[in-house]
């Protein structure tokens, strides 16, 4: 039987699946659309619907909230690809690869827009409420996205950094899906903390996660390059916390790895990561917050039954490899 | 003594000079600031102001209305300046020529995050509907920009898709702040839909006459280099009348001179405008929509004393030469 985060992707993607955008012009919307056709695990929408869920029967109007936080992530991964120069996203060609960059800036604009408008067509008890945190979450995945391409440019990034960095870029979208739903779903001011707290933490807990995949995941499974990461220099945990803590010594040879790439580049990194013991502090940082985020979801006022969906779902991001 | 939108203009620059973003990250907000020291003429926000005075006093939530908008504007123009490639804004570099593209498509994102927080914070009595407005228009502005871009891949151009793209690109805008500052002074919808029209047409007639001193204007007081839009086959109003009515030699005459460039370019395709009487049209043109404004102008209902200052408003915008 499939568990109930599947079954709500599942039923998202079905309803999901439909005409956002008028016809013409269709340069333009023909690239929205084709963005949305790419599918993806919709974590975010469902995010939304088991946030709501948690606290009662799902209503009409986080249906649309959902929509409107897939436009938005969707908004922010064309404008990214831009950024990133990305040729391709899962197997396909990115929007501005297949069209062209402006186009694909248009694109990523409209959507955002449209995430507003769905929004904005909620019962007004709540409307402004939800504008106000796509707001604040908006400016902050933005400042994240910077954040992160300041760092490609810097030589040194502090662990602390690093680690706002990521909450910025990836963790206060997840907690504030969550934290739409339980809202409209009816939760109390402090119950929205809690669960907005859990969505973070999750959030970081992956992200953490997803930088150990890249040099001690399975290849297999993970589905990515292994040591991709470590090719393009890319400051992540395993780095960042490695050039703070090593031994001098180690510190030079990270640092020589990084400016002379040797064919064995991404094995020497990996041996070094190991002796350093950095693989053992991004799986303990990941424990500690899905603590923090277990713990918040514990102290949310709702029956422990109705918190089983949210901790299969984070069981299912989480339980890769590491 | 100054006019009122003079007054209006000066009192807007002096509060609009304040912080609207954060220290951090600099590079981000640096690049966002750096846009709105511009300057520039101001003339939304100046709208949305009048706007509402013509029903009553200017409310406190009106000046943040007219920061929304002034933000709003300068999201399209940082953003339209990276698909034009544009160097130059105003005698300084565009915000992705003193930064990067990347930077300055982020700083476009949060200056439109960033309207959305200010037209959030407006009285709940109409902040629902100013957001609604925003979607619209935000939206209709992205379609007239990627018509724009598609217009200059066509080798054919109808003058009907010629402005409906212009009223789109600009024309919206104008009559949306006039609209918002009005629904906010407490005008009837009736009312809020005569300004809006107002603001539309005026738009419209702007811009035709912006195309006509292109060609034959005083270049001293237009401020542009003369023959611009025809030396990069820009389709304006004058180029794609003239495709459209002139007889078939002509027509061939124009063809060739886009394709051939000739020294004399400018002068020949000039003198073809006003062989075939584009510039009468040009001129005709605007008159018919400064006459439908003023036509929906005289039925708002206002005492006439109360129109003054947006007529005048409309005589210094138009009254340029043409």
Redesign the interface.
Known sequence: MALRFQELSQEFSLQFNKKHFPE??E??YGAASYMLEDGGKRIRPVLCLLGNEMFGAIRPDTWKIADALELFHNFTLI?DD??DKAPLRRGRATVHAKYN???A??AG??M???S??YL?QTD?KY??EL??L???T??EV??G???D??FEKKEWVTLEEYLYMIELKTAVLLAACLQMGALVGGASLQDQEHIHAFGKNLGLAFQVQDDWLDSFGNPHTFGKQKGGDILSNKKTFLLVHALENAAVPTKKSIRDLLVTNPPDKVETMIRIFRETGVDQAAQQAKKNYMDQAYDHLNQISAPAIRKVQLKELADYLLERDI
């Open positions: 013409k012009p340069t333009l404008h831009i950024m960059e402006s186009t800036l248009l604009d409209v955002l827009l449209r507003y408008e904005s007004p409307s402004r504008i106000g796509l707001n604040k908006g400016t933005c400042e996205q910077q954040l391409m300041d």
